[in-house]
C-alpha cells in the first residue's frame, strides 16, 4: 500500500517515552540539546520583524520559479561577492527543501551521494524518500578535524553523484580547509561529481583561520550548490526561507539552472511575506548574530574553565557553529548514560551516536542554551561522571 520510499512505521523509543512521562508528571528537564533560537531567551527586534513581514506587496501573488528578485538582490548583496548574483540564487522553503531538489536534480533512483560522519543525521532520511543512497565518508580527529581523502575516494563509486559537505560541521565545529577544497575539486573533477557545501554556520566562527576555505559559493571550476537560510544566518527559523547559489563551468551550469528551474516551478513553496521582507530582515543580522555568537563564545569558555586537565572528561575544540564535544569515559554505552541521566537527574544531553560518531563515548552539547541552565546542566552531568568513576 504505501511506497518503499517512504521511511517505515516508527514507534517512539524508551528515551522520548521518559521525557513524555516527566512532562506529564510536570518534572523540570535541563535540556542541554536546545537547538531552536527563538526558545532560549535572545532579544529580537519584534516590531522591526512585524513591520517587514506587513509588506502591502505580499497581497499579491507573482510566482518566480527562482523566488522575487527582491529577495534573491538581497541575498546576494549579503554575500557581497562577485560571483554570487541574484541570476545564481534559488529560494527555497529550507536547507532540507533544497536537499531533496537537488536530489531530484542530480540523482536518478539508486544513485547515491557522499555525506560526512560524523555529522547531522538529516541526511539518510531526504536521501531515502528520494530513493537515493548516502554513502559515509570519515572526519577523522587528531587535535584537529580532518577529512579522510584516501576513504573518500576508497567509497565513491560509478553512480556517485555529488559530494555533501557541511562548512562548519555540525556538530565538530570543523571548518573547510583552503587544501581539502583543493582535493575535493579533483575528486569532483576526475568523477564528474557535484559539490554541495551546506554553509548554515558559516557566520558563526569562534576564531580566524587563514587556512580555512572560503564559502563554496565562488568556486565555478565545477558543479557547485552552496545552501543556507534564514534559521541560523538570522536565527529565525520559523520563517521558512533558505537558498541555493548555484555555480559552475557555463556548459553545465546552463543545463543544471535550467534543470533546478523547472523544478522549483513545480512547488513555488517560499511564501511571498517573507520574500518581500527578506531585505529588511538581513539588514537586522548584524545584531542577531552578535547576540548568539556572544551567548555561544560565554557558554563554550565558561564549559572549557569547567575542565582541568586532569579530569576525566575532554572537551574537544571546536572552531564554529553552536554545539560543543564532551569525550566522557566508556563506563556506560552512550545509550546507557543518556537514559541514566535523563532518569536520576532529568538531564538531556545528545550522544554521539546520534551524529554517527564512529566510537563510543562523546556527549554532545547545544551552546546556545541559556547560561545559567547550560552551567546548571554542566555541574549537574560532571558531577555524575565523576561519581561513576570514583
Same mark, same amino acid.
Given at each position: ?14 528515551? !522520548?517515552? #521518559? ?13 542541554? !540539546? ?11 527586534? =519584534?516590531?522591526?520583524?512585524?513591520? @517587514? ?16 528578485? +527582491? ?20 529560494? $527555497? @522553503?529550507?536547507?532540507?527543501? @533544497? ?17 560526512? !560522519? ?6 539518510? /532520511? ?18 584537529? *578535524? /580532518? ?15 555529488? #559530494? ?29 561529481? %557535484?559539490?554541495? &557545501? ?12 587563514? $587556512? ?5 559559493? $565562488? #568556486? ?5 550548490? $552552496?545552501?543556507?537560510?534564514? &534559521? ?23 543545463? @543544471? ?18 520574500? /518581500? %521582507? ?19 563564545? +560565554? ?9 582541568? #586537565? ?11 557553529? *553552536? ?11 552512550? =545509550? ?12 538531556? +544531553? ?25 552551567? /546548571? ?9 565523576? =561519581?561513576?568513576?570514583?
Amino acid at each position: 500500500m504505501f511506497s518503499s520510499r517512504t521511511p517505515p512505521k516508527m514507534s517512539a523509543n524508551r528515551l !522520548t517515552n #521518559i521525557i513524555k512521562e516527566k512532562k506529564l508528571s510536570n518534572t523540570p528537564i535541563i535540556d542541554l !540539546t536546545v537547538s531552536n533560537p527563538t526558545q532560549v531567551s535572545f532579544d529580537y527586534p =519584534e516590531s522591526e520583524i512585524i513591520t @517587514a513581514l506587513a509588506n502591502k506587496n505580499s497581497l499579491f501573488y507573482r510566482p518566480d520559479p527562482k523566488g522575487l528578485l +527582491v529577495a534573491r538582490k538581497a541575498i546576494a548583496n549579503y554575500y557581497n561577492l562577485q560571483q554570487v548574483t541574484e541570476e545564481k540564487i534559488f529560494l $527555497t @522553503a529550507s536547507t532540507s527543501e @533544497a536537499y531533496t531538489l537537488l536530489f531530484k536534480l542530480l540523482m536518478n533512483s539508486g544513485d547515491s551521494v557522499l555525506v560526512p !560522519t560524523p555529522s547531522y543525521p538529516l541526511f539518510e /532520511h531526504l536521501a531515502q524518500i528520494e530513493s537515493v543512497e548516502v554513502i559515509n565518508y570519515h572526519l577523522y580527529f587528531d587535535g584537529d *578535524w /580532518h577529512i579522510d581523502f584516501p576513504y573518500l575516494q576508497s567509497v565513491c563509486q560509478k553512480n556517485t553523484r555529488a #559530494i555533501i559537505i557541511v562548512n562548519p560541521n555540525n556538530p565538530t565545529g570543523s571548518y573547510l580547509k583552503k587544501e581539502e577544497l583543493k582535493q575535493l575539486i579533483n575528486i569532483c573533477k576526475q568523477n564528474n561529481l %557535484a559539490l554541495i &557545501s551546506d554553509e548554515v554556520f558559516y557566520d558563526y566562527p569562534h576564531h580566524q583561520d587563514r $587556512t580555512r576555505a572560503n564559502s563554496i559559493a $565562488t #568556486i565555478d571550476d565545477i558543479l557547485t550548490f $552552496t545552501l543556507n537560510g534564514l &534559521s541560523k544566518v538570522a536565527g529565525l527559523p520559523q520563517l521558512k526561507l533558505g537558498w541555493i547559489i548555484l555555480n559552475g563551468p557555463k556548459e553545465i551550469f546552463d543545463e @543544471a539552472y535550467q534543470r533546478l528551474e523547472f523544478i522549483t516551478d513545480l512547488f513555488l513553496s517560499v511564501s511571498s511575506p517573507v520574500q /518581500h %521582507a527578506l531585505p529588511s530582515l538581513l539588514e537586522l543580522v548584524p545584531a542577531l548574530q552578535t547576540q548568539i555568537q556572544k551567548r555561544v563564545l +560565554v557558554n563554550f569558555n565558561w564549559l572549557k574553565s569547567q575542565i582541568p #586537565i586532569d579530569s576525566v572528561c575532554r572537551l574537544l575544540p571546536t572552531e564554529g557553529g *553552536w554545539y560543543a564535544i564532551l569525550q566522557v569515559p566508556k563506563i556506560l554505552s552512550e =545509550e546507557e548514560l543518556i537514559l541514566e541521566l535523563l532518569i536520576k537527574e532529568n538531564l538531556i +544531553v545528545h550522544p554521539g551516536y546520534f551524529f554517527d560518531f564512529q566510537l563510543e563515548g562523546f556527549l554532545v552539547i547545544s551552546l546556545i542554551s541559556r547560561p545559567e541552565i547550560l552551567q /546548571h546542566g554542566v555541574v549537574k552531568l560532571l558531577d555524575y561522571i565523576n =561519581e561513576l568513576c570514583y
